[in-house]
Structure formats: structure tokens, C-alpha cells
T-cell receptor, first 112, second 111 residues
Framework: EAQVTQNPRYLITVTGKKLTVTCSQN?????MSWYRQDPGLGLRQIYY???????DKGDVPEGYKVSRKEKRNFPLILESPSPNQTSLYFC???????????FGQGTRLTVV | SQQGEEDPQALSIQEGENATMNCSYK?????LQWYRQNSGRGLVHLIL?????REKHSGRLRVTLDTSKKSSSLLITASRAADTASYFC???????????FGSGTQLTVLP
């Protein structure tokens, strides 16, 4: 079954404690991206990757890092989380940057 | 950067009625897509319409695209309570490196 898998689904952490949200896809897609979704602000792209070892900033990259060492995985790293990063995060993959995107189930992050 | 803007922001209808949502965008596009999101879950792709297409159907969904007005509409016919969700349009273009999502329409279908 074609899918994008994110983990964890829910996470509560404290300010400054490094965390990683994993994302994996099984469709051999080249394009992967991370979004955050906040009430009234819609979906905003954090980072994207067009292929292995090729990543670039989206609209709201501050406070986040990503890596793309393998085609299937695209982890999102928060080196020093802050309360304003409390949000619902989605990973997505697609064949290219403007074709049908497949989304993970989301990670609800709370930073206290 | 948000390119698509959905209208209305919220829509409440009775089961069996049709629901129409609109999307406007600003720049030229390669395609326009509609997604559905159940509360707190991931987005699910519904339909993609290319810039050279005017209308597309998929089951109870009908999408139109007017590139001269930079707008699209999503019609859901004979709505069901299970159609209750948020619906987003997203635009894709060759020049952009990402899909650009609108802010969504919250549809509530009352049984």
C-alpha cells in the first residue's frame, strides 16, 4: 500500500530539548516536503527536498533542519524547540513538486 | 506563500444538497488540485485539473477551472455526512518549487 509514515503521531516536549520527527515513503518519490498547519494560517511549507542530498527552504524554515540521506526518508529536526513551534506537522511526498502529493497522518507537537 | 484562497471559509448544508466551494489564485499555473482533510488528519488528494482542461469529474465530484479568471470550483453532489471535512485547493506551476495551498473551506454536512 502506498503510504507516507510519520512518527510520532503525538509529542509533548520541553523548550530546548532536541527532537526528530521521522518521515518515510514507499513510493520511490523524489520530492518530499514538510508542512506545518496552524489555525487561520493554513498549510505552510517548512522545507522540501527534490532528491537525495538536495534540500531547500520553504516559507517558514527558521528553527528547523532536515536531511535527505536516502530517498525514502526525510526527517524533520528541531534542535532547540520553542513554544511557537507548537503545531500540527505533515510530511508529504510526490513524484515532482507539482503533482499529486501524498500526506502522512500528521504529528501534533506541543512545546511547553 | 498562499496563492489559492478558498471561498467560503465555512459552509453548512443538509445531507443530500450540493456543496460548492471556490478557489481563486494569483499567478499562472500548470495544474490545480483539490484535497480533503478530516479533522486533524492528513490531506487526501481528490482531483487534479490541468491548465488546459476546463472541467473534470470523479464520482460525485466536479471541478471546473477558468484560467482567464484564475479561479476554480469544486462541486460535491448529493452530499453525505461523511463529506464533512476541510477542503483545500493547491496550485502547481513549473516555476514554483512547491504546491501552494489555500486556507481551506470547512464543510459541514448535517444529517
Amino acid at each position: 500500500e502506498a503510504q507516507v509514515t510519520q512518527n510520532p503521531r503525538y509529542l509533548i516536549t520541553v523548550t530546548g530539548k532536541k527532537l526528530t520527527v521521522t518521515c518515510s515513503q514507499n513510493m520511490n518519490h523524489e520530492y518530499m516536503s514538510w508542512y506545518r498547519q496552524d489555525p487561520g494560517l493554513g498549510l505552510r511549507q517548512i522545507y522540501y527536498s527534490m532528491n537525495v542530498e538536495v534540500t531547500d527552504k520553504g516559507d517558514v524554515p527558521e528553527g528547523y533542519k532536515v536531511s535527505r540521506k536516502e530517498k525514502r526518508n526525510f526527517p524533520l529536526i528541531l534542535e532547540s524547540p520553542s513554544p511557537n513551534q507548537t503545531s500540527l506537522y505533515f510530511c508529504a511526498s510526490s513524484y515532482s513538486q507539482n503533482t499529486e502529493a501524498f500526506f502522512g497522518q500528521g504529528t501534533r507537537l506541543t512545546v511547553v | 506563500s498562499q496563492q489559492g484562497e478558498e471561498d467560503p471559509q465555512a459552509l453548512s448544508i443538509q445531507e443530500g444538497e450540493n456543496a460548492t466551494m471556490n478557489c481563486s489564485y494569483k499567478t499562472s499555473i500548470n495544474n490545480l488540485q483539490w484535497y480533503r482533510q478530516n479533522s486533524g488528519r492528513g490531506l487526501v488528494h481528490l482531483i487534479l485539473i490541468r491548465s488546459n482542461e476546463r472541467e473534470k469529474h470523479s464520482g460525485r465530484l466536479r471541478v471546473t477551472l477558468d484560467t482567464s479568471k484564475k479561479s476554480s470550483s469544486l462541486l460535491i453532489t448529493a452530499s453525505r455526512a461523511a463529506d464533512t471535512a476541510s477542503y483545500f485547493c493547491a496550485t502547481g506551476s513549473r516555476s514554483a518549487r512547491q504546491l501552494t495551498f489555500g486556507s481551506g473551506t470547512q464543510l459541514t454536512v448535517l444529517p
